[in-house]
């Protein structure tokens, strides 16, 4: 089975500051890896994935995020952040079967401060 | 086409009323999703539907019936609610083949229909 924690509920950032959304991941078999994005009063849009291959994932809008398997982790950076990223950010898990269900995060706010 | 519509966008209803959701896709997707999502909270699986056919059933109570009336469509069918089923539900869809080995079928969700129930 597997399991998400992302580490931060809330995180306020200053328009075009840097910012790094945290995520960790558990799982005894190798799994994909995404971040989905949720704007208010919409449903959720994959902003980038894992699946294999190089570690540094680009994404839409700016997102990239890097894969450490040593560290589980899946932590999501964008350089400079606009008022318009304002949303829920959502890290998701799935093993490798077909069938294998995704697990998502408790999500974490990004709060664009201008 | 590459998106997934619900209908209605909001939904107000009775404990004793009945209501559907309804979920509709062209990509010529063959899995379809139902998720319910409250406040805050990342969303939660209820029902897969693969080929039509009801595939999974994350135990979800009976006062919600999914339906698959075809490959495009996705229905949920509400009776008997309680004010704590109130929560946006999300409809999804992928392709539904066996994935190549490192692809992934990646869902496309739908704007969601808010539900309230009073």
């Known amino acids: 089975a597997q399991s998400v924690t992302q580490l931060d509920s809330q995180v306020p950032v200053f328009e075009e500051a840097p910012v790094e959304l945290r995520c960790n991941y558990s799982?005894?078999?190798?799994?994909?890896l995404f971040w989905y994005v949720q704007y208010p009063n919409q449903g959720l849009q994959l902003l980038l994935k894992?699946?294999?291959?190089?570690?540094l994932v680009k994404g839409i809008n700016g997102f990239e995020a890097e894969f450490n398997k040593s560290q589980t982790s899946f932590h999501l950076r964008k350089p400079s952040v606009h008022i318009s990223d304002t949303a829920e950010y959502f890290c998701?898990?799935?093993?490798?079967?077909?069938?294998?269900?995704?697990?998502f995060g408790k999500g974490t706010r990004l709060h664009i401060l201008p | 086409d590459t998106e997934v519509t619900q209908t209605p966008k909001h939904l107000v209803m009775g404990m004793t009323n009945k209501k559907s959701l309804k979920c509709e896709q062209h990509m010529g997707h063959r899995a379809m999703y139902w998720y319910k999502q409250k406040a805050k909270k990342p969303p939660e699986l209820m029902f897969v539907?693969?080929?039509?056919?009801?595939?999974i059933n994350e135990s979800v109570p009976s006062r919600f019936s999914p339906e698959c009336p075809n490959s495009s469509l996705l229905n949920l069918h509400l009776h008997a609610l309680q004010p704590e089923d109130s929560a946006l539900y999300l409809c999804a869809s992928s392709q539904g083949r066996r994935p190549l080995r490192n692809s992934y079928n990646e869902q496309f969700f739908g704007p969601g229909t808010r539900l309230t129930v009073l």
């Open positions: 799982s005894s078999v190798s799994v994909y």
């Open positions: 894992y699946l294999s291959g190089s570690t």
């Open positions: 539907y693969s080929y039509e056919k009801l595939s």
């Open positions: 998701a898990v799935t093993g490798r079967n077909r069938d294998d269900k995704i697990i």
